[in-house]
């Protein structure tokens, strides 16, 4: 079983509050994936880590930002949510070997009201 | 670049019949495939891979997936369908060059399986 965790899995929360979603790995992978999916919908990669203090953008713009400051480590946040925002956001961690499979945490499930 | 076809976003088969789901990539060298299924409300989790070497691959829950390089195909199958099969199934390529962002997915196909 994978050992990637998010959490919260579910929240609610008002437009413009500040939000931070967490993701943690134990396996100490240095690759670290944050994913956005809509209901029914496919995955988009918005940001990715090659390792501590290492981040880059993925291929869906998107507002929120994030830090690797420790390898486990890679939290997701939103300064001010919309309801433009409301989605369920994967996190993901991989090895460093090309043909090694990303592990996926359960997601968390974020609605912006 | 990569990319990854699923054709199909919804499937319904009837319980014990074969399962086929399909994808096919491009890829502009030899590429690692996966496939992972997602039930409601969870995260993703890895069915098979193919990596090198034999080109049929099994995975768990009775799944297996045959790589046809000739034919740029990857499709899902399982012979007999169960209940608990119902899910999103999500196909993805990484390129063998092995950088970070080169995890591509397919769109996903819903499977139902009808009693």
């Known amino acids: 079983e994978a050992d990637i965790y998010q959490t919260p899995r579910y929240l609610v929360i008002g437009t413009g509050k500040k939000i931070t979603l967490e993701c943690s790995q134990t396996?100490?992978?240095?690759?670290m994936y944050w994913y956005q999916q809509d209901p029914g919908m496919e995955l988009h990669l918005i940001h990715y880590?090659?390792?501590?203090?290492?981040?880059e953008k993925g291929d869906l713009s998107s507002e929120s930002t994030v830090s690797r400051i420790r390898t486990e480590h890679f939290p997701l946040t939103l300064e001010s949510a919309r309801p433009s925002h409301t989605s369920q956001y994967l996190c993901?961690?991989?090895?460093?070997?090309?043909?090694?499979?990303?592990?996926f945490g359960q997601g968390t499930r974020l609605t912006v009201v | 670049a990569q990319s990854v076809t699923q054709l199909g976003s919804h499937v319904s088969v009837s319980e014990g019949a074969l399962v086929l789901l399909r994808c096919n990539y491009s890829?502009?060298?030899?590429?690692?495939l996966f496939w992972y299924v997602q039930y409601p409300n969870q995260g993703l989790q890895l069915l098979l891979k193919?990596?090198?070497?034999?080109?049929l691959v099994k995975g768990i829950n009775g799944f297996e997936a045959e790589f046809k390089k000739s034919e740029t195909s990857f499709h899902l199958t399982k012979p007999s369908a169960h209940m608990s099969d119902a899910a999103e199934y999500f196909c993805?390529?990484?390129?063998?060059?092995?950088?970070?962002?080169?995890?591509?997915f397919g769109s996903g196909t819903q499977l139902t399986v009808l009693p």
């Open positions: 993901a961690s991989s090895g460093d070997r090309a043909g090694t499979e990303a592990f």
């Open positions: 396996m100490g992978h240095d690759k």
């Open positions: 880590s090659y390792g501590v203090n290492s981040t």
């Open positions: 890829s502009s060298v030899p590429p690692y």
């Open positions: 193919y990596t090198t070497g034999a080109t």
């Open positions: 993805a390529v990484r390129s063998s060059s092995g950088s970070a962002r080169q995890l591509t």
